[in-house]
């Protein structure tokens, strides 16, 4: 698989520490479209095909996922296995968070959207404040790390939450809910790589928008005929993609494809 980096800042200053996340590259966006969209098909198995409940399945994933971000913590380098799990499992509860503000608590999503907006920028503001930097590059300690996964969070969160309120209280459906946030990704990459667009920004806006594309094509291929959807269903649609994910993960730790040293820029 190609090793070109997309929204990828170059490095200024190399240090001895091994960078915790994975490079920017195609494969790293693929992976990451895939296991968003694998994380809207978990969310809606678990809870409604499983009949867990939407209160249930998040106590459930958010603990897993706790146990995962452990794992992840314990490695002090990217592992592609254990990156990628807490990525996939991240996604759901992000997924679920949303849900149960508008499902249980009644919080229209054009407020989750607002909320979960200011949620990142404080997050990023803090983050900033705090280290100086927002560049994926250097993630080389745990407090840098903490502050990365909590901004994944809120992004998969926000995604979610702009991503239902287009197709659904906007009515757009899922087949132009997702070629819309295409587009948008398409701009981010025209502006990247033409006009200029820093690097840190568009690399955020497009984890952004990357989780409603992969939301609005899950729902898409899962949900039933007469909700706009191919019709076919949560366990196929998940497991398809968590196969697909397994094959990328499975390459990237034979290839060691996405290491790299933690620069300073």
């Not at 249930?56 to 971000?69: E, G, K, R, Y």
């Not at 503000?101 to 404080?122: S, Y």
């Amino acid at each position: 698989m190609t090793t070109v980096s997309m929204f990828d800042q170059g490095a200024v200053e190399e240090i001895s520490a091994l960078n915790r996340v994975p490079k920017v590259t195609v494969d790293f966006w693929l992976i990451k479209l895939m296991a968003v969209t694998m994380g809207e098909t978990a969310a809606d198995y678990l809870g409604v095909n499983l009949g867990l409940g939407l209160t249930n399945t998040s106590i459930i994933m958010t603990a897993v996922l706790a146990l995962a971000l452990m794992l992840q913590f314990r490695q002090k380098r990217y592992v592609p296995w254990s990156y990628w799990l807490a990525v996939v499992l991240i996604s759901i509860v992000g997924t679920l968070v949303t849900d149960n503000l508008v499902d249980n608590f009644g919080v229209k999503l054009i407020t989750t959207t607002w909320v979960f907006t200011a949620a990142l920028a404080a997050t990023f503001a803090l983050w900033y404040r705090s280290e100086g930097t927002l560049s994926i590059h250097s993630i080389h300690s745990t407090r840098r790390e903490i502050w990365y996964w909590m901004a994944i969070l809120f992004t998969f969160a926000l995604g979610t939450a702009a991503g239902d309120l287009v197709s659904e209280q906007f009515g757009l459906g899922y087949f132009s809910t997702g070629i819309l946030f295409g587009l948008i990704i398409g701009s981010l990459a025209i502006g990247y790589f033409f006009l200029g667009l820093d690097s840190i920004l568009g690399f955020w806006l497009a984890y952004i928008f990357t989780r409603p594309l992969g939301a609005s094509f899950g729902d898409l291929l899962s949900q039933d005929h007469k909700f706009g959807g191919f019709g076919l269903g949560t366990i196929i649609t998940s497991t398809v993609f968590l196969g697909a994910i397994i094959l990328i993960v499975a390459y990237m730790s034979f290839t060691h494809d996405g290491e790299e040293r933690a620069v300073e820029t």
